[in-house]
């Protein structure tokens, strides 16, 4: 873009941002100008041509009217953007980034040419979007987002001031008598301080909703019922606190069944599952990395997620993202002591246990809850059952007693014997009365879930289909298949790569 501000000038920038710095900087006095004599003029001139004339046209009114619409305040953002702009280094140019938005619109008001109101806000609100997508890259979603919103929000400041005005009549009317003719024409009238009252209003509302992260969640909650996740304090009184949080299971399932249609589609689907008498909540847990370091420090940023799905929910909705709920989450080292584990798990086998002993009241109803099965791969299974966390050594499998040295013996030569919960609970009194025999058979000591309803190591824990089918069985399946199809001369090692 080429700088046409002033004749000598003529300066070529390839930026906004460059060009914005070089208007601040060389032509400071055509912001800071106000000339408001000939405002005034301008005003009064038009006013009597609008009264002189009653049938004047309002477009050529606007053509001859220019609105400054730099205050004290903007002269203030002007004069801190013009010192921004000559130390010229980075960090002022990311702040005049960040000021853009505020000045776009009120930019084109500074213009010495006189053109229509409609043409001006069109002109500022293309740069505008062209300003989202070539700089901010914003996506078109986003951007018409964006702009849908805007439209919306004015309609919303017609209405108002529409309100305002006709209070505003009916206010003056109990001190005023005037004619039915005369308070009808009024009503079409609104007076500009009431303008001026009601923009403030709502900038000051739109303003005190971002003004910090408290006040944006205290909006939230005012608003949209925002149930913020609960502290739980995890570690022992004499330990460094270490918390984990939790989103009551109640309050998301009150939320999901307030809507009447999901409520109905849930209850077609009612005991298509295993419970005829009540939905069932499986539970999900699982690790996440924060970050993507390597070496060492690949677990420092590992976070323990839990969560829960309804199973009677349609199966064309059960594998959305949306109808998964998250329900607590913590640090994953903290969990390697059992204390914490028992601690980090008591709140969430309390909600569970009192929905499914005493059900939710929703939309006129009690609805009744059971916990099915818990999903998580092997090693967070081995950690949630009490189960010993190597797989490379001792009794490694939680659905029978084999030992490793016998992992690869067929299982026409072994007798397998099945983990059942009387002989996991044998093995876990056994631990409990000298903890040193842990692993026993390949048991370390009590679930943390071990007082959850419905809950038991041997049978609650669902299989790893990723690890166990996909990346164990198929694999060696299909290895198995290849060579015999090499053996028959069926298809040579050349083919298959």
């Not at 921004?84 to 930019?107: G, I, M, V, Y």
């Not at 842990?438 to 690890?467: C, E, K, N, R, W």
């Not at 399946?477 to 790569?497: D, F, N, P, Q, R």
Request: hydrophobic share 35%; net charge negative.
């Amino acid at each position: 873009m080429i700088c046409d501000l002033h004749k000598s000038c003529g300066i070529s920038y390839t930026t906004y941002a460059a060009y914005k710095s070089h208007v601040h900087r060389c032509h400071s006095s055509l912001l800071h100008s106000t000339n408001e004599e000939n405002f005034y003029s301008l005003t009064a001139n038009n006013t009597q041509q609008l009264n002189m004339d009653p049938n004047a046209d309002v477009n050529i009114m606007n053509d001859n009217v220019t609105i400054n619409t730099i205050n004290e305040d903007d002269e203030d953002d002007f004069s801190s953007d013009s010192i921004e702009a000559d130390t010229c280094n980075d960090d002022q140019q990311q702040q005049a980034t960040n000021t853009d938005s505020q000045t776009l619109f009120k930019s084109s008001c500074n213009e010495e040419s006189n053109i229509s109101f409609i043409s001006d806000i069109q002109k500022s609100f293309a740069l505008f979007i062209l300003q989202l997508r070539e700089e901010f890259y914003l996506p078109k979603s986003t951007i018409n987002s964006i702009s849908n919103y805007i439209v919306i929000l004015i309609n919303h400041l017609e209405l108002l001031f529409e309100q305002k005005t006709i209070r505003n009549d009916l206010g003056n009317a109990k001190n005023i008598s005037s004619s039915k003719s005369t308070s009808d024409s009024n009503n079409d009238i609104i007076e500009l301080k009431i303008v001026k009252s009601t923009m403030k209003e709502v900038c000051r509302a739109v303003e005190a909703i971002t003004y910090n992260e408290y006040e944006f969640i205290n909006y939230c909650k005012k608003y949209f019922k925002h149930s913020p996740p609960e502290e739980v304090t995890i570690s022992a009184p004499s330990e460094d606190v270490k918390c984990g949080y939790f989103v009551p299971i109640d309050q998301t399932l009150t939320s999901i069944l307030r809507n009447q249609d999901t409520v109905d589609q849930i209850f077609d689907n009612y005991g298509s599952r295993i419970d005829d008498d009540s939905l069932l909540i499986q539970l999900y847990v699982d690790d996440i990395g924060l970050t993507n370091p390597i070496g060492v420090k690949k677990d420092r940023h590992k976070m323990f997620m839990v969560y829960f799905s309804l199973e009677d929910f349609p199966d064309q909705y059960r594998s959305q993202l949306e109808q998964i709920y998250l329900v607590a989450v913590c640090e994953s080292g903290i969990l390697m002591d059992n204390a914490n584990a028992k601690s980090f798990f008591q709140p969430i086998i309390e909600n569970l246990n009192r929905l499914q002993v005493e059900g939710l009241f929703v939309n006129g109803q009690w609805i009744k809850f059971s916990f099915s099965t818990m999903v998580a791969d092997n090693l967070a299974a081995h950690q949630i059952g009490g189960f010993q966390a190597s797989f490379s050594n001792d009794h490694f499998c939680r659905r029978c007693l084999i030992g490793y040295p016998k992992r690869n013996l067929p299982r026409s030569t072994t007798k397998l014997a099945a983990r059942t919960s009387i002989i996991h609970d044998d093995f876990v009194q056994q631990i409990s009365a000298n903890p040193n025999q842990s692993p026993l058979m390949g048991v370390a000591g009590q679930s943390p879930l071990h007082d959850l309803i419905g809950f038991h190591s041997t049978m609650s824990l669902l299989a790893d289909l990723m690890h166990d089918y996909l990346e164990g069985i198929c694999p060696l399946v299909i290895m198995s298949l290849l060579k015999e199809a090499s053996s028959m001369h069926s298809l040579t090692y050349g083919e298959i790569s």
